[in-house]
């Protein structure tokens, strides 16, 4: 049974920082491209970060430098560090295992972060 976690969300004021933990289980996740996306009501998901397995990592525009996305494959844990955090990151942060792109994929149940002050 393949399961997908996130950890770390919660409250966090203007400025702040927050790091994220997502945990697979049930799949190589070596071979597995790991995404972290994010969603508000009545939005679309949009991508944050994604590393792939060549180790080409890709953002969203709007991280503009504040985010860092990381994967520990020997603990098939990937993490988003985020700093200096602003009301508009405030969103359900999921994370995704994807096997190739357009592949199977995995998703997280999310994990609420908030920006307030």
């Known amino acids: 049974q393949v399961q997908v976690v996130e950890s770390g969300g919660g409250w966090v004021q203007p400025g702040g920082s927050l790091r994220l933990s997502c945990v697979a289980s049930?799949?190589?996740?070596?071979?597995?491209?790991v995404g972290w996306y994010r969603q508000v009501p009545g939005k679309e998901r949009e991508m944050v970060a994604v590393?792939?397995?060549?180790?080409?990592?890709n953002y969203g525009d709007f991280v503009k430098g504040r985010f860092t996305i990381s994967r520990d494959n020997t603990k098939n844990t990937a993490y988003l560090q985020m700093n200096m955090m602003n009301s508009e990151d405030t969103a359900v942060y999921y994370c995704?295992?994807?096997?190739?792109?357009?592949?199977?994929?995995?998703w997280g149940q999310g994990t609420q972060v908030t920006v307030a002050s």
């Open positions: 590393f792939k397995v060549s180790g080409n990592i």
């Open positions: 995704k295992a994807e096997l190739l792109p357009g592949g199977v994929s995995y």
């Open positions: 049930g799949i190589t996740f070596s071979v597995y491209d």
